[in-house]
């Protein structure tokens, strides 16, 4: 079964520390994985997507990283920002005829206290 | 930045009635998926179309779901009677060459 997994589940960090989020996957035939942040009432927003060759890619102050022989995945956030309280969510692709189906993690709860 | 609309942002409807969501995907875009996310879980795939026909659907898509894509522009999911568990926050995505997703900021549905 298609199945991504986080973690932790929450974490609260100080403005301006850093922090790494853990992501763990079972997704055949894998296309790529790409990590969304997503405000409360909001949509999921992209912040980096991977393909299987890709090893690590960054998006500003967000640097994903992806062993694709452990399938594990991990972003990290450099200096955080109170704008940066949010869920992270993992998120895996597989290919399909038509169109990419994504399949969730259950996403880390970050909140950045001053 | 081109983005997907969605309309309403908020609906609350009775238990047994029909309701429809509505989305504007990107215009250049070829697929068009609906997600949901009932409060505190994951988001969950409803179903992906394509070229004017479902190209997958999850087991959460049943009878009483529908899409359409009647004039070209808009996408539209309809619950033909809805269940108190329909609950949730209905997302539209769409894509273009598969990888390139763009959701839109959802609508959350009540059902009372």
């Known amino acids: 079964k298609n199945q991504v997994e986080q973690s932790p589940q929450s974490l609260i960090i100080l403005e301006g520390k850093n922090c790494t989020l853990q992501?763990?996957?079972?997704?055949?035939?894998?296309?790529?994985l790409r990590w969304y942040k997503q405000d409360t009432g909001r949509g999921p927003v992209s912040l980096t997507i991977?393909?299987?060759?890709?090893n690590t890619k960054s998006n500003g102050r967000y640097t994903a990283t992806l062993d694709a022989d452990t399938k594990q995945s991990s972003l990290h956030i450099t200096a955080s920002q109170l704008s940066d309280s949010a869920s992270y969510i993992c998120?895996?692709?597989?290919?399909?005829?038509?169109?990419?189906?994504?399949?969730f993690g259950g996403g880390t709860r970050v909140l950045v206290k001053p | 930045e081109p983005e997907v609309t969605q309309t309403p942002s908020h609906q609350v409807t009775q238990m047994g009635q029909e309701v429809i969501l509505r989305c504007v995907p990107i215009?250049?875009?070829?697929?068009f998926y609906w997600y949901r996310q009932i409060l505190g879980q994951k988001v969950e795939f409803l179903v992906s179309f394509y070229n004017n026909e479902i190209s997958e659907k999850s087991e959460i898509f049943d009878d009483q779901f529908s899409v359409e894509r009647p004039d070209g522009s808009n996408f539209t999911l309809k619950i033909r009677s809805t269940k108190l568990e329909d609950s949730a926050m209905y997302f539209c995505?769409?894509?273009?060459?598969?990888?390139?997703?763009?959701f839109g900021s959802g609508t959350r549905l009540t059902v009372v």
């Open positions: 991977m393909t299987f060759s890709e």
């Open positions: 998120v895996v692709s597989h290919i399909k005829a038509a169109g990419n189906k994504l399949t």
């Open positions: 215009s250049n875009h070829l697929y």
């Open positions: 992501c763990n996957y079972t997704v055949s035939p894998f296309s790529n």
């Open positions: 995505a769409s894509s273009t060459h598969r990888v390139r997703y763009t």
